[in-house]
């Protein structure tokens, strides 16, 4: 019966952070049975905030229902995102967050991807991606923010797995242009170019 049940536990979500004593770290446990994911924990020790969610009952911090938000337009929305640890040159995230900082209210990369979940969660940010996360990273996150009445999905649409490599949450009112803006992105149309710092070099006084 034992292989019905399986727990997914990251002990220390944001190690860099916690490593030099910035602010934004937690412990994440999620239980999936059968291939589904059931019940999620995450608690943040630096906030004594505790978040959970059970299948079908909901999601909430402290003991008091969450909610995602209603932001409905991009422009509008607070968005998160994450680098990796290692081998960030090979990663192309640095051309979504330029995109969608210059296309929202704004990014934020705080360095736990367990938090950043359960901030869309909470209505604390309205959408965020990542590539190449592990499902210690995600699963109790994922759950929270589909018991807070939100959306998860690869960065094309289609239906995100444990072993997914990319994940996009958002607050469903969202998702539609989230993913609009990373197929566009993907096929390289409408890309604003990094600002060249050499040009800049020139005029900086």
């Known amino acids: 019966a034992g292989g019905d049940w399986k727990w997914y536990v990251d002990p220390l ?32 020790p630096t906030r004594d905030e505790l978040f959970q969610a059970e299948k079908g009952s909901g999601a909430t911090l402290n003991g008091k229902p969450i909610h995602v938000s209603n932001v409905a337009r991009l422009d509008e929305a607070l968005l998160a995102t994450g680098f990796p640890s290692h081998k960030r040159h090979k990663n192309p995230n640095i051309y979504f967050y330029h995109q969608l900082t210059l296309r929202s209210h704004g990014v934020r990369r705080a360095g736990s991807a367990a938090l950043d979940l359960a901030y869309v969660a ?68 409408g890309l604003e170019p990094l600002p060249s710092p050499v040009e800049y070099a020139k005029v900086r006084k």
């Open 13 to 44: 979500d944001g190690t860099t952070n916690f490593a030099h004593g910035f602010p934004v770290f937690c412990v994440s446990l999620g239980l999936e049975h059968k291939g589904e994911l059931v019940a999620g924990t995450l608690y943040d």
């Open 122 to 189: 909470s209505g604390r940010v309205d959408g965020f991606w990542e590539f190449n996360l592990n499902p210690w990273d995600t699963a109790a996150g994922v759950l929270l923010v589909r018991e807070a009445g939100g959306v998860i999905t690869r960065f094309d649409g289609s239906e995100w797995r444990l072993d997914s490599r990319e994940t996009c949450a958002s607050n469903g009112l969202l998702h539609e242009q989230l993913l609009g803006e990373f197929d566009a992105i993907f096929k390289g149309r």
